[in-house]
């Protein structure tokens, strides 16, 4: 093969990034063939240069000089792997300047500044790929974006977070308290010492949720525009009431049309997941996304949501894709904004729910609690009551109701004499 080589800076050596400088090498020979031109590394910007980057990251080519190493090498395409906001940002957009195109797994800085890397993108002609901004090695974003371009897609429904998703697992298959399994979750490194709230608040979801609604609905999603609950309220009895209803709980991520099709609603919160649905199987620290479209039906993507190797391969790919677009000299697909759909209030979106409540055990106070849910129309689609003494529990399924209404009645509910707490109020998905 004759063809010049394709030069690479790599920004970043952590997990991820020497996991890539591993398959570079590696995997040398193919990824030529594929791309039809080596692909050299000609530099590893990292913040400190002492710090051991394993066997595959050459130490010569080590440098904290990270600007120079975008503009000063004629990189053709720049990973950007270190995360965060600035110099992240500021480096990408030099990289473009500079003529490279990039590849990059940043989902914070996509979600609060993907237009302004897109709009930069496109001047310059360039390429920005991100599949491992999601999901890691799942094969998802490139499908939204490509595969299901002359489809459209209603709703798509995820678990997107793995650090979430086994604390849940854990609190659901052995009684563990949120605390407990949130220790566990540290100690095998899926949750971060010493403040995991970017996991378990829903943060890290709802980055991801707005780049997804982003492709799915052609409309620019920014992350202020995802409303987000995290899991840290959730208790060990919620996981149990779940399991004994039928339900396991999960983090999700809910991007959907609404039903004039009008503007869009994207979420993030803990749910109650019917264990009929696929997503109901998803266990530990996997990722899974659930994709319904109108031509294509339902769609479910699964695997692992994170780890150097599998996030390494998603990122290898892209760089794979825009060596193939550099070679062909075009390049690959542009933002596709153009529906620019409204992002929803929380408020409007329907949603069925759980409900569960201590009652005082008397004639009449399951009359007196169905018509509160008759005066806010929401409809309950089944209850289950249980005596203790002077006391009872109830547990209401309702139909799909607005968040506002649901909010009224629990409202209203919380007046009743009879009513001593509502001990839980969760989402429903799942038939």
Not at 104 to 122: M, R, S
Not at 337 to 363: C, E
Request: glycine share 10%.
């Amino acid at each position: 093969m004759g063809a010049k080589p394709l030069k690479v800076a790599l920004l970043g050596a952590g997990v991820v990034g020497s996991e890539v400088a591993r398959l570079l090498v590696e995997q040398a020979e193919d990824l030529a063939e594929r791309v039809g031109a080596p692909l050299e590394l000609v530099g590893v910007g990292v913040r400190s240069v002492g710090t051991d980057r394993g066997p595959w990251v050459d130490p010569s080519l080590v440098t904290d000089d990270l600007h120079q190493l975008v503009t000063g090498h004629g990189a053709d395409i720049v990973v950007e792997l270190m995360g965060g906001i600035e110099p992240a940002r500021t480096l990408i957009l030099d990289a473009f300047a500079s003529g490279a195109s990039v590849v990059t797994g940043n989902k914070a800085l996509l979600a609060q500044h993907g237009a302004e890397l897109h709009e930069a993108c496109d001047a310059a002609g360039l390429d920005l790929y991100f599949e491992a901004s999601v999901a890691g090695a799942i094969p998802l974003l490139r499908p939204l974006r490509e595969s299901l371009a002359g489809d459209r897609v209603q709703r798509v429904l995820g678990i997107v977070n793995g650090t979430t998703n086994y604390i849940l697992t854990r609190m659901d298959e052995s009684g563990a308290s949120y605390d407990d399994a949130l220790a566990e979750a540290q100690e095998l490194g899926y949750a971060e010492k010493p403040d995991p709230s970017a996991d378990v608040e829903g943060h890290d979801a709802a980055a991801k949720a707005a780049i997804i609604a982003s492709l799915a609905f052609h409309s620019r999603v920014m992350i202020d525009d995802v409303y987000c609950e995290g899991i840290s309220t959730i208790t060990a009895a919620d996981v149990a009431a779940a399991r004994a209803a039928g339900y396991v709980v999960k983090l999700l991520a809910v991007a959907e049309r609404s039903a004039d099709g009008l503007g869009i609603s994207v979420r993030v919160y803990p749910a109650m997941v019917s264990r009929q649905h696929p997503l109901a199987a998803v266990r530990e620290a996997y990722n899974a996304v659930f994709v319904e479209s109108d031509a294509a039906g339902q769609l479910m993507f699964y695997g692992p949501g994170a780890g150097g190797a599998p996030t390494a391969s998603a990122v290898v790919g892209d760089i794979v894709a825009v060596g193939r677009n550099r070679m062909s000299g075009g390049h690959g697909p542009r933002e596709s904004a153009y529906a620019a759909l409204p992002v929803l209030p929380v408020d409007v979106s329907l949603t069925r729910y759980y409900i569960a409540m201590d009652l005082t055990d008397k004639a009449g106070v399951l009359a007196s609690v169905a018509a509160v849910f008759a005066e806010h129309d929401v409809s309950i689609e089944s209850l289950r009551q249980e005596g203790h003494g002077d006391d009872a529990s109830l547990e209401i399924v309702t139909h799909d109701a607005l968040e506002s209404a649901l909010a009224g009645t629990c409202s209203s509910l919380r007046g009743l004499d009879s009513v001593r707490q509502i001990t839980s109020i969760m989402r429903v998905v799942g038939e």
